[in-house]
């Protein structure tokens, strides 16, 4: 059992930044593939950006690639989403997720754990 709580989430102008967080509970944290999907009104959910259990490969959805960058603290449970120059098509409910058995590490068939999301709303 997984428990991850999102927060960071808020309202800013386009151009401007937000770093999303996501604490997970547990012992093993350092051993689940961590991801963002965010789901925006009337879409489906998609891939944002996914950091792996091992080396820590970075993977990322080609419109945040440059703009956004997910990164791990192991010691702090914590996984995060640096989001820079952001969009109005940015705006979307932002899901964590996680899972340790990934093949496809961008499908959010994938993962059994998720947060409650948390909102961005980008102004234009």
């Known amino acids: 059992q997984v428990t991850l709580v999102e927060s960071g989430g808020g309202l800013v102008q386009a151009g401007g930044s937000l770093r999303l967080s996501c604490a997970a509970s547990g012992r093993t944290f350092s051993s689940y593939a961590m991801a963002w999907f965010r789901q925006a009104p009337g879409k489906e959910r998609e891939f944002v950006a996914a950091i792996n259990s091992g080396a820590g490969t970075t993977y990322y959805a080609g419109s945040v690639k440059g703009r956004f960058t997910i990164s791990r603290d192991n010691a702090k449970n914590t996984v995060y989403l640096q989001m820079n120059s952001l969009k109005p098509e940015d705006t979307a409910v932002y899901f964590c997720?996680?899972?340790?058995?990934?093949?496809?590490?961008?499908?959010?068939?994938?993962?059994?754990?998720w947060g409650q999301g948390t909102q961005v709303t980008v102004s234009s």
């Open positions: 997720a996680a899972d340790r058995a990934i093949v496809r590490i961008t499908a959010s068939y994938e993962y059994d754990w």
